[in-house]
């Protein structure tokens, strides 16, 4: 009986640790995240400009997108 539980417990720590993702892992996860907002967020932002045409008040609005693109801090560990 305790050779089972030996064997369930080293088969329960071996398959926890296969499926922890590494800090690289998490960190390229974490700055893909990033760019794909940075990029909606830019995707928004040529729309906005596109429906303001000429409204000075539109296009102001508009400005806050680019600004949240160059204020969007980076991901830890960056």
């Known amino acids: 009986m305790n050779v089972l539980k030996s064997l369930l ?11 922890g993702s590494s800090p690289q892992q998490k960190k390229d996860t974490a700055e893909a995240r990033h760019t ?4 909606k967020t830019l995707k928004e932002y040529k729309e906005c400009i596109n429906k ?3 409204d000075t008040a539109k ?6 997108l680019l600004k ?6 980076t991901p830890a560990g960056s």
């Open 59 to 64: 296009l102001e609005a508009c400005e806050y």
């Open 9 to 19: 417990i080293v088969g329960i720590v071996s398959v926890l640790a296969a499926c």
């Open 52 to 54: 303001a045409k000429q």
């Open 36 to 39: 794909e907002e940075k990029t």
């Open 68 to 73: 949240a693109i160059d204020n969007t801090p």
